[in-house]
């Protein structure tokens, strides 16, 4: 089993910025691609950003491109997600996913944190 605790959510102004981290432990040498996703109040969990196991290949929703990099440090077990230039329409629960295939689909994860709150005031 690999468990995933997520860290650095917060409240911030719009403009402003979040580091959220993802640290993993247990079997986790099973985990190959890390993925964050999202659930805004009222909408359904959706893909933010994913990253492959070596750093090489990363991909990000549309609306994130530019504001958003995810990152991982292989030695400590942990992914990143630093967030930039925050909007309100960023509010929501962040969720990181871990899984052996980089997809953009939460169905092609096999592991879940418990999510961290992201509150973006106008």
């Known amino acids: 089993q690999v468990q995933l605790v997520e860290s650095g959510g917060g409240l911030v102004q719009a403009g402003g910025s979040l580091r959220l981290s993802c640290a993993a432990s247990?079997?986790?040498?099973?985990?190959?691609?890390m993925g964050w996703f999202r659930r805004a109040p009222g909408k359904e969990r959706e893909f933010v950003a994913a990253?492959?196991?070596?750093?090489?290949?990363?991909y990000y929703q549309e609306s994130v491109k530019g504001r958003f990099t995810i990152s991982r440090e292989n030695a400590k077990n942990t992914a990143y997600l630093q967030m930039n230039s925050l909007k309100p329409e960023d509010t929501a629960v962040y969720y990181c996913?871990?899984?052996?295939?980089?997809?953009?689909?939460?169905?092609?994860?096999?592991?879940w944190g418990q999510g961290t709150q992201v509150t973006v005031s106008s």
């Open positions: 996913a871990g899984g052996s295939v980089v997809v953009q689909t939460p169905s092609g994860y096999d592991y």
């Open positions: 247990g079997r986790t040498r099973s985990v190959y691609a």
């Open positions: 990253i492959s196991a070596s750093g090489d290949w990363t």
